[in-house]
Structure formats: structure tokens, C-alpha cells
């Protein structure tokens, strides 16, 4: 999935040029290629994967529109839902119906929505605690084992 940040290599450039204090914390098997000094590297593990994605304010997950990305399951959405960290995303396959725009976060396809949600999110600590807390919920009630059980238990019926 690094691959995809590539995407939004000229976003992120602006971003970081307007907000010099805003890091890029980018959490993957291998350090990404992109031309920024504001990229912070964690290598992914198993057993860090959470407290690393904690660091985080604002979510990104940006896929191209094509017949594979529309066929992913939105897990990265749903981890920072789950956590309490809003989302911008790109409206591609199930992120539309995981996020909720302007409620738990964001969609966006275009660069100009890309940087108008980020900005958004970056100047209003308060809207991402309120996003960070509809999101969570919205996994809880929609995502978790807990709401899933009698849809499960349902199949050996």
C-alpha cells in the first residue's frame, strides 16, 4: 500500500509547505520514496502496529480507482475509525460506506479536496476529536464482533 502515497506526493508537499510543523508519519515494511524532509519512518510490526498508528491525528488512505482497489476490504479505514483517529480517504469501493463524510471523516478524490479536508482537520483539534469519537462508534456499532454476532451465528442456521 506505500505505493499508493505516491498519489498524494504533491498534496503532501503542499500541506507540509503551508504547515511546516505537521509530519508525515508513514508506518510500512520499507522507508517510502517520496521528496519530503517532514516524513517520519516507523517500520511496521505486529506488535507495534497500534501504538505507532496512536501517534497519528489524521488518517490517510488514498487508492486509485480501479477494479482491484474497489475490491478492498477498507481495513486501514477501519483501523483509524477504530481508534479514534478521522479518516480522509479516497471514495473508492467500501471506504464510502465505512466513512462518513464530514462525520467520522473525510472523502476526497481530487487534490484541491485532499488539501481542503486535511487543512480542515489540521486547524480544528476539536472537529477530529468529534470525528475521532463518531468514528470509533461507528465501528463499535457496525464493524465490531459484538455487532456482528447474530450475522455470524446466522450462517448455521
Known amino acids: 500500500t506505500l505505493k499508493y502515497l505516491n498519489?498524494?506526493?504533491s498534496v503532501l508537499k503542499k500541506i507540509q509547505?503551508?504547515?511546516p510543523h505537521v509530519f508525515l508519519l508513514v508506518i510500512a515494511d520499507k522507508q517510502p520514496a517520496l521528496n519530503s524532509p517532514n516524513i517520519l519512518f516507523e517500520p511496521w510490526s505486529v506488535n507495534s502496529e497500534i501504538t505507532s498508528l496512536?501517534?497519528?491525528?489524521i488518517g490517510i488512505m488514498p487508492l486509485?480507482?480501479?477494479e482491484w482497489s474497489k475490491g478492498k476490504?477498507?481495513?486501514k479505514a477501519l483501523q483509524y475509525l477504530s481508534l479514534g483517529i478521522p479518516a480522509v480517504v479516497s471514495p473508492v469501493g467500501?471506504?464510502?460506506?465505512?466513512v462518513d463524510h464530514h462525520v467520522n471523516g473525510f472523502l476526497a478524490d481530487r487534490d484541491e479536496e485532499w488539501i481542503k479536508c486535511i487543512e480542515m482537520l489540521i486547524n480544528n483539534p476539536s472537529l477530529r476529536k468529534e470525528m475521532g469519537v463518531n468514528g470509533?462508534?461507528?465501528v463499535i456499532e457496525h464493524?465490531?464482533?459484538e455487532s456482528n454476532t447474530s450475522n455470524f451465528l446466522s450462517l448455521f442456521e
Do not use: A, M
Request: glycine share 4%; hydrophobic share 20%.
Open 143 to 145: 464493524y465490531s464482533v
Open 54 to 57: 496512536l501517534k497519528s491525528d
Open 73 to 75: 476490504c477498507g481495513f
Open 17 to 19: 509547505d503551508k504547515y
Open 136 to 138: 470509533r462508534r461507528k
Open 94 to 98: 467500501v471506504n464510502s460506506t465505512i
Open 7 to 9: 498519489r498524494l506526493e
Open 64 to 66: 486509485p480507482d480501479d
